[in-house]
């Protein structure tokens, strides 16, 4: 399903990527630091250095991929692919990822997603998933017009 032309911006890209924070990262330099102080104590550490290339790698790989289509929800190993018409709701457990809900009741947790995501989903899916946001902006619009 395509987003109408109206609901999108003209400069809007054909797909978003949710991607992990870049602040993880300095998960990576601490990850680094503890596997060289392990290195020193023993040399029998030495495949713990692998592990800030490990972190590297999912960091990267992590992401959600929204398109005119649906949801591609990227993991660790795999991907699931959740197309709009597929999409019955989004449930946003308490501390857990956001997950895809689909008609047939199965869940997909949505890496880098979050609530304060919504409006762009909104966006892209065609109003498909609901701008909680958006009520709340109309009236500031709408307050600020009658101020003017």
Known sequence: MSVPAATRPSQAPESVAFVISRLAYLTVVVTLVIAVM??????????????????????????????DDGLTAVHTVGQTRVEWSELAGLQF?????????????????????????????????????????????????AERAANA
């Open 38 to 67: 392990l290195l020193g104590v023993s040399l029998w550490f030495g495949w713990v250095l692998l592990l800030p290339f490990a972190q590297i790698w999912w960091i990267r790989r992590i992401k959600t991929v929204i398109d």
């Open 93 to 141: 457990p308490k501390w857990s990822a956001v997950r895809a809900v689909r008609l047939d009741g199965d869940r997909v947790a949505l890496p880098a997603v979050s609530f304060d995501d919504l409006p762009v989903l909104s966006l892209y899916s065609g109003g498909r998933v609901p701008d909680p946001f958006a009520a709340e902006r109309e009236a500031r619009q």
